[in-house]
C-alpha cells in the first residue's frame, strides 16, 4: 500500500512523513471520485510534507475490507461508510480489542482550524452532519448526502388540471387518480422501488421510532418495531395504491430501473427517487420534449411533520493515530468540505452541497437561480426537526433487516398478505436478527462483528 508507515505511528508515534490513506466508497458512476481526488492533489500541493492517498472501494464491501486490514496490521486512518453501515463503524475493533474509529468531535477539540484548514464540521447541513453525532459525540464527517425527492412529468399535470406539484400523500393519491383518467393518460401514477429507505423516509416523516434508545442514538438499539402505527400507515397507503391501480410495482424487490423506465417512457407521471437522479432525470426528459420538475417527498398530513432524513456516507477517523497524522486527516476531511470543493461535488456528481457556506456560494454564483430544482432537496432537509425520528435508526445487521422488511413489503404487494400481520411477523424476524448481532459484539470478548454486509 504506497505510502504506508503503520508501523511507525504504533503507540501514537509519527514518521518523518505525514501520509494518509484514505478509502472511499467508489460508486459505478464514471469519474465518481475525480472531485476527491483534485481535492487531495490540491491539499498536498497546499501542504508540503503531508501526503493523502485516496484509494477507493466497493461500499458494499468496504466494512468486510477495513476488518481485514486490521487484522493484516494495514487498518486505513480515514475511511467512509456508507450510512446504514453506521452501527458496523461503531462496532469494528482495532487490534488491540478497542474501538477502530474515535469521535472527529473530540479529536477536534475546540479548534477553529487544523493546519490552516477551518474546521467545518458546524457549518454541515445538519440533518447531514447530526445523522453521526450519536450519544452526543459527532463521530463521523458527511462528505455528500442525499435524500428522497419526488419528480413530476409537468405535462400530464397540466393536461389533468393540476397546478402545483402534489406536497402530501392525499394529494399526491388525488393527482394519480387524475392523470391516469386522462384518455391517453398513463397506465399507473406513480413509481418507486421496493426498497427499505423510503419506508424509513416515510417513518421518520412522522416522527417515528424504529428502535429503542432514540432510534439507537442513545446507546445501542435492542428493540426493534417494524409494526408501528408509523410503518402502517406508511405500509397500508402503499398498498392502497398498488390495489387501486395507482403505483406501479414491477414485481422484483429493490428494481429501481424498472420505475425510471416506468418514468422515462410517461407509464407514470410520478416517480419517488434519489435527489441524485435529479439533473439526469430533467435532462433525459428535456431531450424526450417533456419537462421534469422536482417537488419534496409527500408527506403525510394526519401526523406532525419531523422531517426527512439523509441517504449518503460518513469519513471516519482512526484511533490512535500520531497527533500530527491525526491532524493531516482530519484537515483534509475540511479540505474535502470547503466551500469551492463541497460546490464543484454537487455539480458533478449531483450529491447535496454538503455546508451552508457551498449552498451560499451557489447561491451567489447563480446556480440555483438557473437550477431551482436542485435546490428542492436541500431545502428539505432544512425543514427537519433534528429528533431522533427525524435523523433515522442505527442498527446492528442492518442489512438483514433492510431485507426483511423489503421481503414483507413484497409479501403486501404481490401476495396480499395483510400489513398488520406480516409486519409483525417482520419485526420478530429482524428482532432475532438484532439479538445475534448485539450478541456477538457484546462478547465478552468484545469483538468485530461476524456479518458485516452492508445492505442497498
Not at 490513506?21 to 476527491?36: A, I, K
Not at 468496504?62 to 487484522?71: F, N, T
Not at 454541515?124 to 450519536?134: M, Q
Request: with cysteine; hydrophobic share 40%.
Amino acid at each position: 500500500m504506497p505510502g504506508r508507515r503503520y508501523g511507525d505511528r504504533l503507540g501514537g508515534m509519527d514518521s518523518d512523513t505525514r501520509t494518509v490513506n484514505v478509502w472511499l466508497n467508489d460508486y459505478p458512476f464514471p469519474g465518481f471520485l475525480d472531485p476527491v481526488r483534485e481535492a487531495a492533489r490540491t491539499f498536498n500541493a497546499a501542504h508540503p510534507g503531508h501526503e493523502v492517498v485516496i484509494h477507493g472501494h466497493d461500499f458494499r464491501t468496504m466494512p468486510s475490507k477495513v476488518a481485514r486490514a486490521v487484522e493484516q496490521g494495514e487498518p486505513p486512518d480515514v475511511a467512509e461508510y456508507l450510512y446504514t453501515s453506521t452501527q458496523l463503524a461503531l462496532d469494528t475493533l482495532g487490534a488491540d480489542g478497542e474501538r477502530l474509529f474515535t469521535p472527529i468531535g473530540r479529536a477536534l477539540g475546540d479548534r477553529t482550524e487544523v493546519l490552516g484548514e477551518p474546521v467545518l464540521v458546524g457549518d454541515v447541513v445538519p440533518a447531514a452532519r447530526d445523522y453521526f453525532r450519536i450519544g452526543g459525540e459527532q463521530w463521523a464527517l458527511p462528505p455528500t448526502a442525499s435524500t428522497v425527492v419526488l419528480y413530476a412529468d409537468t405535462g400530464l399535470l397540466k393536461a389533468a388540471g393540476i397546478e402545483a406539484l402534489p406536497r402530501t400523500w392525499q394529494e399526491l393519491e388525488t393527482a394519480c387518480r387524475a392523470v391516469t383518467a386522462l384518455p391517453d393518460g398513463p397506465a399507473q401514477g406513480v413509481a418507486w422501488p421496493n426498497h427499505v429507505w423510503f419506508l424509513l423516509q416515510a417513518v421518520a416523516q412522522q416522527g417515528g421510532l424504529i428502535a429503542d434508545r432514540d432510534n439507537g442514538r442513545s446507546g445501542r438499539a435492542e428493540k426493534i418495531d417494524l409494526a408501528s402505527p408509523e410503518v402502517l400507515a406508511w405500509v397500508t397507503w402503499w398498498d392502497r395504491l398498488q390495489r387501486d391501480g395507482l403505483y406501479r410495482y414491477s414485481g422484483k424487490r429493490s428494481d429501481w430501473n424498472s420505475c425510471f423506465e416506468a418514468f422515462g417512457s410517461g407509464q407514470a407521471a410520478f416517480l419517488l427517487s434519489s435527489s441524485v437522479d435529479a439533473a439526469r432525470l430533467i435532462a433525459q426528459g428535456r431531450e424526450n420534449g417533456r419537462t421534469v420538475r422536482v417537488g419534496r417527498m409527500p408527506y403525510n398530513d394526519e401526523v406532525s411533520f419531523a422531517g426527512n432524513m439523509i441517504g449518503g456516507d460518513g469519513l471516519w477517523l482512526r484511533s490512535g493515530l500520531g497527533p500530527a497524522t491525526s491532524d493531516t486527516a482530519l484537515a483534509f476531511m475540511q479540505h474535502m468540505v470547503k466551500p469551492e470543493k463541497a460546490a464543484q461535488w454537487h455539480r458533478q456528481n449531483n450529491r447535496l452541497p454538503i455546508t451552508r457556506s457551498s449552498v451560499a456560494l451557489l447561491d451567489e454564483q447563480g446556480w440555483f437561480r438557473e437550477n431551482p430544482d436542485l435546490r428542492v432537496a436541500t431545502e428539505q432537509l432544512d425543514e427537519a426537526d433534528g429528533s431522533p425520528a427525524a435523523l433515522g435508526p442505527l442498527l446492528g445487521d442492518f442489512a438483514g433487516i433492510q431485507k426483511e422488511i423489503t421481503q414483507a413489503m413484497h409479501d403486501v404487494l404481490a401476495e396480499g398478505a395483510d400489513p398488520v400481520v406480516r409486519f409483525g411477523d417482520a419485526t420478530g424476524r429482524a428482532q432475532a436478527l438484532l439479538d445475534a448481532y448485539n450478541a456477538g459484539c457484546e462478547g465478552p470478548p468484545r469483538r468485530t462483528p461476524a456479518n458485516l454486509k452492508v445492505g442497498w
